[in-house]
């Protein structure tokens, strides 16, 4: 998973491929990734080919009450999954990850439910060479820059610290740069218009960005279009330690260590980059290095992460104007100016792409009354480091959710529909494993999924945060409020959206040690999260009818229709076809709800997400070009989420033209 606070990635492919082709309907995919930042994030998304709604009798709230009873639930076995799991790093492709699979295996066998590995051969990057040396001025002998994550004393994990991948971003350019080093703030577009307002010229320089808010990949990618040869980024104190100061960090508190790095991808596509659209298998055809960079999925120029201790060396090389406020750093930071230069960044990355074997492992417990349709439960496996929290706090989960399911099986319940548990590699490489598998299976999971629950980081803190398409909201709402008591918040629905930092991601120190210390010391968040989790799939595996309601679909997009008034106030462009087809729409489900006899909606959340992805893209680029083009084609892009929508609409009504 991906990011904090609140950054990236804006592609989730699961069953759709986001921006720019995405149907509307995976909008809120591009939100969950949004919250893969986020601490406990369950992402839902909805196959399209749900029109249908189904009747009969059992009655099956009988055992869902007994999934959530205490003499079910066990924190010593989530515990002791999570401890099994995280004994040694394990990034896709190494031995341990394979091990962590046979692992999922084998549990999930112990509980009596079939399961296989489904294994693909999709490129993954690993690193070979990485330096970063700073030179004061062009006129000094550069100094080396320290890209190492140290050990603590008496660290449990010392003698398998070594495994631990060098820092790195997969999928990075191989490369050097070298040039007078430039500060880009978050290197969001409007850090870059802010430079070249100041008139900074970035052409030629190495960037100096900090993470949080937007995607690492874009972070990069936005580099390059302003013309910087390397990004480096580092982990500001003020984001990811404590504020800095006096603050302490891991072991003693559960901040970023100075040393710390956050690795990550800066992929920005789903899926194997050499098999766009087709499943990685045995000796599949292959596109070649050149066509993906044509893709524009990789980045064309280097990059590295590093600590903030690296970061504040960098910084305290650079001079010229001094930043604004809010592009400052914490309590004790040095002043950080805009330069370029007068220090200057060897930034040198050399990475070798493998075909790599992965493992996706599938667990099924077949449906009775309508086994061809699917309720899938995923998580992923890989982690960059440990993955205490990210992401085996879901894999512990997963395998809690599996054992209580048997105990259910025990007593006598069958689900009606079909559960999957998949347990998805290389996920962190950019949504690899289960891509390949949405890709090799793509006509039978559409027309069979019925939903997808995905847990990437379980816990990892207080709180809870979940994210799912809007006609899920009700029933995890409800679901909420029967298991109580998430993440020692309310069970209301603000216990969805709360948030906090979750600060030694995708670092060394996300460690079994630090969950136990800081994350979740008694595993009952954990808990927690297998409750609502499991409970979700029971009810959506076992109501007759389909527990969805689209009004809360309808009433998200017209809010965020709303939302994009502003952003096209003062152009001719016309949201008409957008609002007639939501109000198609809300009749629709209005009218299903009627005769569903379930109609409550109580409160409409604001998700403040950016649910049009093709539209936003469409008016960010009109914007800057200015063209009437560009605005044509914002145009375009509004007739074409509506015609969706309408196509939405006449499904849920049944009705063929
Ligand atoms: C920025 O610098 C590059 C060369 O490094 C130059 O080609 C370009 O014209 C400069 N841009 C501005 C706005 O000065
Ligand atoms: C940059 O660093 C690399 C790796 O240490 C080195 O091979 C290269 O010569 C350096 N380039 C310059 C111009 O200093
Ligand atoms: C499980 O929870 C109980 C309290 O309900 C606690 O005493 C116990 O230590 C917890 N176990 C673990 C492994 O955290």
Partial sequence: MEGVPKPEKPTESFFFKPQPENPPFSYKLRLCTMFRAAIVSIAVVIATSICFLLFSGTQKSIYHTLYLSSSFSSNESISNHLYTLTKRPHVAGSAANAEAAAYVMSTLKSYNIRAYIRPYYTALTYPVRRSITLAPTIHDAPIELDLKQEIYEGDPYADVAGEVTPTFHA???????????????????????????????VSGRVALARYGKIYRGDIVQNGYAAGAIGVIIFTDRKDFGGGGGDAKWFPDEKWMPPTGVQVGSVYSGAGDPTTPGWASTEGCERITDEEVEKSGDVPLIPSLPVSWKSGEVVMKSIGGMVANEDWQGGEGAPVYRLGPGPGVLNLTYEGKQVITTIENVIGIIEGVE??????????????????AADPNSGTACLLEVAERLQKLQKKGWKPRRTIMLCNWDAEEYGLIGSTEWVEENRQMLASRVVAYLNVDVAVSGAGFEASSTPQLDELIIQAAKQVGRLGGGGSDHAAFVQHIGYPVYHSMYDDFTWMKKFGDPLFQRHTAVANLWGLVALKLADEEILPFNYLFYALELQKSVEDLQGDISGTDITLAPLFNSIAELKKAAIEINNKKKVYAPSKYDDYGSRSFPGIDDAIEKAKSLNTADSWHSVQHQIWRVARAITQATLCLKGEIK
């Fill in 370 to 387: 309508e086994p061809d349709r699917y309720v899938i439960l995923g998580n992923h496996r890989d982690a960059w480091t440990f993955g």
């Fill in 171 to 201: 999928f990075a350019k191989s490369g050097t740069a070298v040039g007078l080093a430039v500060y880009v703030n978050y290197g969001r577009v409007e850090d870059y218009s802010a430079l070249r307002e100041t008139g900074v010229n």
